[in-house]
């Protein structure tokens, strides 16, 4: 329920902020009224904390929440001139992921699309089998904003309640994902590599204590059950091209003024961007047994002969061998190339959370009972200064 105290001052400034119109001034005093949703909106915006959304005292329904969401993250970077940003890679995985999980239950597949301008986004979108996209257009939700979207969210997910909300564990999944769970009042679980359904619950499974153990979590109790999901751990399946999705436009009334942000300039690296290996399809990895920098050069030109990125072990990292940028694993980027080299690397459990989804894994270190060597595919055991200038010359030569 809403509760506005007599400490009110009628300054009616949470009346634009309720997405839904929901709140009125009667007698110089905001009262709520039935289209409330119980979002938080009017909260965010009152300036001496006299509206308070007491959620503690609600009993759910479980049974009323049906259907797994997932939120579509788009490249909060400056597109091409006369193209449109596009639908991040992650938000396909999820969307194949979640088509088997509310499949499971019985239940309907929805994205979740706040941008600017629809344009052919649903239809992207219908390709990985999902039912409905809940679609909010405005000028101000054009590039990524926590409080503007995380508002959108918690209105959106009042009013239909959802089952499960999935989000990409990326920087936008990860800083939405928490403001929306702590306004809901539910709990969430960062950055899973495993969801399922057990006993009408989503079972997320996650790494723990430095990723030496793996936890599966339940919330039975709330809803809906949140979740992010790192890049490249769940299989993308084919698009079917035929799959036909239904488009639900909601017209939330979005302020400007919900924002506590203002964006003066925005700048892009294209350095970085450049060096992103989360998308690579081959990767050739160094990790402490390259050395120095001279070895990592060895690698480059390794990889450019196979078309390859530069990654490089959190060890290797902190040695000032390679940028953060370039890291793989749990507290790096999580990776699922065609190809991955892993050289030099003793394969510690951190480092193969970040790779062992790759297709194919070869590693090429000098002692033979390296952790790496139970997850790949081909083992080669030698010192990788002699293995790596040998194999680049051979592959100039077939060239």
Not at 272 to 279: D, K, M, R
Request: proline share 4%; aromatic share 6%.
């Amino acid at each position: 329920m809403i509760d506005i105290k007599d400490s009110c001052i009628g300054c009616a400034k949470c009346i634009p902020a309720c997405p839904f119109g929901a709140l009125e001034m009667k007698n110089k005093k905001a009262v709520v009224n039935e289209k409330c949703t119980l979002c938080g909106a009017c909260v965010e915006v009152c300036p001496v904390n006299a509206i308070e959304v007491k959620r503690k005292e609600v009993v759910r329904d479980l049974s009323a929440y049906k259907g797994v969401w997932v939120f579509v993250e788009l490249e909060n970077e400056k597109p091409k001139a006369d193209s449109a940003k596009k639908i991040r890679k992650v938000t396909f995985e999820l969307l194949s992921q979640g088509r088997k999980l509310a499949d499971e239950l019985g239940e309907e597949l929805c994205a979740v699309l706040l941008c600017n301008e629809t344009g052919n986004y649903p239809q992207e979108l219908a390709k990985y089998k999902v039912d409905k996209v809940y679609a909010t257009e405005n000028l101000l939700l054009a590039n990524y904003d926590t409080d503007i979207f995380s508002i959108c969210m918690c209105a959106l997910i009042s009013k239909y309640k959802p089952s499960i909300v999935l989000y990409p564990s990326t920087y936008i999944g990860r800083d939405l994902a928490p403001k929306v769970a702590s306004e809901l009042f539910v709990g969430l679980t960062a950055d899973c590599t495993g969801l399922s359904i057990k006993e009408g619950n989503l079972l997320q499974t996650r790494p723990a204590f430095g990723g030496n153990i793996m936890a599966d979590i339940l919330s039975p109790n709330a809803r809906p059950q949140m979740a992010t999901v790192r890049p490249n751990v769940m299989k993308m399946e084919e698009p079917d091209e035929n799959f036909q999705t239904q488009v639900i436009k909601e017209d939330l009334h979005i302020d400007e003024n919900m924002s506590r942000v203002k964006v003066l300039e925005r700048k892009f690296d294209k350095t970085h961007a450049s060096e992103n290996i989360a998308n690579a399809k081959i990767i050739v990895s160094g990790g402490r047994g390259i050395k120095d920098k001279k070895g990592f050069k060895m690698l480059q030109e390794l990889a450019e002969q196979l078309g390859a990125s530069v990654g490089a072990s959190r060890v290797a990292v902190d040695m000032g061998l390679k940028p953060k940028s370039n890291q793989v694993g749990q507290s790096g980027t999580t990776v699922s190339p065609k190809l991955y080299i892993a050289c030099g690397i003793s394969g510690a459990v951190q480092h193969i959370v970040g790779m062992d989804n790759s297709d194919i894994i070869i590693a090429i270190n000098k002692d033979a009972n390296a952790p790496i060597f139970n997850v790949c595919k081909f083992a080669l055991v030698g010192d990788v200064h002699q293995v790596i200038p040998k194999l680049t010359d051979s592959l100039k030569k077939v060239k």
